[in-house]
């Protein structure tokens, strides 16, 4: 046997006990090293990959979300500038987009051979590359495309079509490190994969050239599921992974904790490992309910002898369907990511309405219209601004945004700048508010009942017949 061969074998059977021996094997048993790969048909069925999807209704309920967004609530978003408060612009593209799988975690704790083994691309020229060391530097986005191909960050960022347009905010150094990988697969029709870079708790953030936890951040915000990956050797919790916890606060329903390479250990020194990593992590999730903890070893190899098998095999299987109830949920996912948005915004409209209703009363001939409006903002407290939209909205205090945060936003938008809610009525084109509360309450809700039922989605009663009546101003003073 060739020294290549030996040092290859030794890697497939690593952690194993005829490790040792791999160099003593014969040239039959040589031929017989395929044998070591585990079958993966389960994922497949578990995935139902071979089941076709119903893509007119998929498509109709899409177009009809889209019209939503455009008519109800971009309008507001655009008269008070909600992009500049939260730097969060919904595209098309991310209205279309396939869930968004992203993968977290340490250096070399088996992100990338997960995806690999997942997508089945375990020595194709298309696997993505693994190693001991750190071995992904960039954030790798795998995507369906009529052809394996790659496409360079610059071009993900220039198409508009694609939900990747606002990455260009982090700069020319970011898009270097993005990098996008299409490929004709079965899984990818339904869900992207996002591989990141592992965390190394020695580098400063300064070394990447790039922000990475804003990067991260960004990605976390759209993501509907998060997979934190860990080494059972290595449950070192440092600054940086404390800092992505921080980040995935508020997320935790999406979270999803990997104890990978789970048969290089046996059972005892295993459950020892279990009960440290949720040592270490308990201080960074601070929830009633902790997230589901799946341990299994997710490469193509067979599980390491004297291990339990059945277990890393049902957890396995409990991991994709997991993933599938993703996927086949994605519509319901996104409809209510685009509610939960259309409440922020209708929120941040009634804030700006009511900052922009105190300063006009306030206001005198006499008074100076920066010091008046200086005094509002530096304590709204003072003016009632937050207490009254409690009173009078349907808002939940846990909603409110930061009041720092206007600070910010009013330093940079006049408060002449805007119009009150009274004055965002047209004959035509009704009011923002009572389009914007529409869309909340009764479309949205609408367009969810109708996928959950397996109804096509089709125009409402107005859009259908016009209903002809004049827009309702419940802001205008009588």
């Known amino acids: 046997m060739m020294p290549n061969t030996c040092l290859c074998l030794f890697s497939v059977l690593k952690q194993t006990e005829f490790a040792v021996d791999v160099c003593d094997v014969s040239a039959e048993e040589e031929e017989d090293v395929t044998s070591v790969l585990r079958d993966r048909s389960h994922i497949d069925e578990t995935l139902r990959l071979a089941m076709e999807e119903k893509a007119g209704d998929y498509a109709a309920a899409l177009e009809r979300l889209r019209k939503i967004y455009h008519t109800s609530i971009k309008p507001m978003e655009q008269a008070y500038k909600y992009n500049e408060l939260r730097q969060h612009e919904i595209s098309d593209g991310e209205i279309t987009s396939k869930p968004m799988v992203l993968f977290l975690g340490p250096w070399s704790v088996g992100k990338s051979s997960m995806i690999n083994y997942l997508l089945g691309l375990h020595d194709s020229p298309y696997q993505l590359y693994t190693g001991a060391e750190p071995t992904t530097s960039e954030f790798t986005v795998i995507m369906h495309g009529e052809k394996i191909r790659s496409v360079e960050g610059i071009v993900m960022a220039a198409d508009s079509s694609r939900s990747f347009s606002p990455l260009e905010k982090f700069g020319q150094n970011f898009l270097e490190k993005l990098i996008g990988i299409e490929m004709p697969h079965k899984l990818l029709e339904r869900v992207t994969f996002v591989d990141t870079p592992g965390i190394i708790e020695n580098r400063k953030q300064q070394e990447r050239g790039y922000p990475f936890n804003d990067v991260c951040q960004w990605f976390i915000d759209r993501a509907d599921l998060i997979f934190v990956v860990f080494d059972p050797t290595k449950l070192d919790v440092g600054l940086e992974l404390e800092m992505l916890f921080r980040q995935l606060k508020g997320r935790e329903s999406q979270i999803r904790i990997i104890l990978n390479k789970a048969d290089n250990l046996a059972t005892q020194d295993l459950m020892r490992v279990y009960g440290a990593l949720f040592w270490s992590l308990a201080p960074l999730i601070n929830v009633t309910e902790p997230p589901r903890v799946y341990v299994s070893s997710f490469w193509p190899y067979e599980y390491a002898p004297d291990t339990s098998r059945e277990l890393f095999k049902r957890e396995e299987i409990s991991l994709l369907e997991d993933l599938n109830q993703v996927i086949e949920n994605r519509m319901e996912n996104k409809i209510a990511f685009i509610r939960q948005h259309g409440i922020r915004v209708r929120i941040h409209g009634l804030l700006v309405d009511r900052y922009v209703q105190t300063f006009k009363e306030k206001m005198s001939f006499f008074s100076d ?110």
């Open 369 to 478: 219209p920066e010091l008046v409006f200086q005094e509002i903002v530096d304590d709204p407290d003072k003016f009632y601004i937050f207490k009254s939209i409690l009173a009078k909205t349907n808002v939940s205090k846990f909603d409110l945004p930061n009041r720092d945060a206007y600070r910010d936003f009013f330093g940079i938008n006049p408060i002449t700048n805007f119009k009150p809610l009274s004055a965002q009525c047209s004959y035509i084109g009704g009011c923002l508010l009572d389009k914007i509360e529409k869309a909340i309450t009764t479309e949205l809700p609408a367009l969810l009942s109708s996928i959950n039922s397996g109804k096509q989605p089709g125009l409402s009663s107005c859009e259908a017949t016009g209903c002809g009546e004049k827009p309702k101003n419940r802001y205008r003073k009588n």
